[in-house]
């Protein structure tokens, strides 16, 4: 079921009709009494009252970013998002529904990472409703079905991503925010469509481990990052090493064999991997020993 246009016109030139009807009226009523069968004049006049008090029930009013459904006898008629004082069908019902975009927080979740890590996660939704005939008539309480469905697709989206990744190139939860967050707002879009709902923004707000394991994971996240960091530091070490002979050998400043390049190349790993700086030894002598 999709929104369309409900008749409607505007309230004012309905309340001046109004305005000169009801005198009109009682002036019809005076003029045309005959008191010898007043009934004659009065039932029509009765009526004619009746029927402009009815008219008068029409009247509604639409709020700025608001949306009016109506429906007839239980058949959807219309929705009005022209704001101001409008007339319509007095039979007509009417449900007022917002358009204002709105936004909510989820609880914080408790899911199982793609390494299978227990988390601890949390969203925040910003949505507004694009469809007044889907949010109305399509689910039953759509405030209620956003929330419930948003919470569903942060926990088959956490479930996608590793918590943490020492790997660039790998998306993890921590390190990887714009492209989570999109994720995220997906698959919530996916699952409000029938709501007549539009995900604005969705984004993290709480991500942690779960408390049962969130010690060891730390020592676990602070051992990987040293590892790494020392992965870099000894493929850099060797790096200037090998320049350093390949420079040494080009200009010939000195011949080394096996024995003393090795020596060399083990000072030199030493002093760039070293986590204390080190006291440098000046040899006054020679490199040769014997």
């Given at each position: 079921m999709n929104e369309r246009n409900a008749f409607s016109i505007a309230g004012i030139p309905v309340i001046v009709f109004l305005i000169f009807a009801f005198p009109a009226l009682a002036a019809f009523v005076v003029a045309g009494l005959n008191p010898e069968h007043p009934f004659v004049t009065l039932i029509p006049a009765f009526l004619a009252l009746i029927a402009l008090i009815f008219t008068a029930t029409g009247f509604f009013q639409v709020q700025p970013n608001q949306g009016q459904v109506l429906q007839l006898f239980g058949r959807y008629a219309g929705t009005v998002r022209e704001a101001g004082?409008?007339?319509?069908?007095?039979?007509?019902?009417?449900?007022?529904?917002?358009?204002?975009?709105r936004n909510f927080e989820s609880g914080k979740l408790k899911?199982?990472?793609?390494?299978?890590?227990?988390?601890?996660?949390?969203a925040v939704v910003v949505w507004q409703v694009v469809d007044t005939a889907e949010a109305v008539f399509c689910v039953d309480d759509y405030e209620n079905y956003v929330q419930i469905q948003s919470e569903s697709a942060l926990r088959q989206m956490a479930q996608s991503y590793a918590y943490d990744s020492h790997d660039t190139k790998v998306p993890s939860l921590r390190s990887h925010g714009d492209e989570v967050n999109a994720h995220l707002r997906q698959e919530?879009?996916?699952?409000?469509?029938?709501?007549?709902?539009?995900?604005?923004?969705?984004?993290?707000?709480?991500?942690?481990?779960?408390?049962?394991?969130?010690?060891?994971?730390?020592?676990?996240?602070?051992?990987?990052?040293?590892?790494?960091?020392?992965?870099?530091?000894v493929e850099g070490a060797v790096s200037m090493v090998e320049m350093a002979l390949t420079e040494l050998g080009k200009r010939g400043l000195v011949d080394l064999d096996n024995e003393r390049r090795a020596a060399?190349?083990?000072?030199?790993?030493?002093?760039?991997?070293?986590?204390?700086?080190?006291?440098?030894?000046?040899?006054?002598?020679?490199?040769?020993?014997?």
């Amino acid at each position: 079921m999709n929104e369309r246009n409900a008749f409607s016109i505007a309230g004012i030139p309905v309340i001046v009709f109004l305005i000169f009807a009801f005198p009109a009226l009682a002036a019809f009523v005076v003029a045309g009494l005959n008191p010898e069968h007043p009934f004659v004049t009065l039932i029509p006049a009765f009526l004619a009252l009746i029927a402009l008090i009815f008219t008068a029930t029409g009247f509604f009013q639409v709020q700025p970013n608001q949306g009016q459904v109506l429906q007839l006898f239980g058949r959807y008629a219309g929705t009005v998002r022209e704001a101001g004082l409008r007339w319509t069908n007095p039979f007509y019902s009417k449900r007022a529904v917002s358009l204002r975009v709105r936004n909510f927080e989820s609880g914080k979740l408790k899911v199982n990472d793609a390494d299978g890590n227990p988390i601890e996660i949390a969203a925040v939704v910003v949505w507004q409703v694009v469809d007044t005939a889907e949010a109305v008539f399509c689910v039953d309480d759509y405030e209620n079905y956003v929330q419930i469905q948003s919470e569903s697709a942060l926990r088959q989206m956490a479930q996608s991503y590793a918590y943490d990744s020492h790997d660039t190139k790998v998306p993890s939860l921590r390190s990887h925010g714009d492209e989570v967050n999109a994720h995220l707002r997906q698959e919530i879009k996916q699952r409000l469509g029938k709501a007549g709902v539009d995900v604005v923004e969705a984004r993290i707000s709480h991500l942690a481990y779960a408390q049962e394991i969130a010690q060891a994971m730390l020592q676990r996240q602070q051992a990987g990052a040293i590892i790494a960091a020392r992965t870099l530091i000894v493929e850099g070490a060797v790096s200037m090493v090998e320049m350093a002979l390949t420079e040494l050998g080009k200009r010939g400043l000195v011949d080394l064999d096996n024995e003393r390049r090795a020596a060399m190349v083990s000072n030199l790993l030493v002093v760039l991997c070293g986590e204390r700086g080190t006291q440098p030894v000046v040899n006054t002598g020679t490199l040769y020993t014997g």
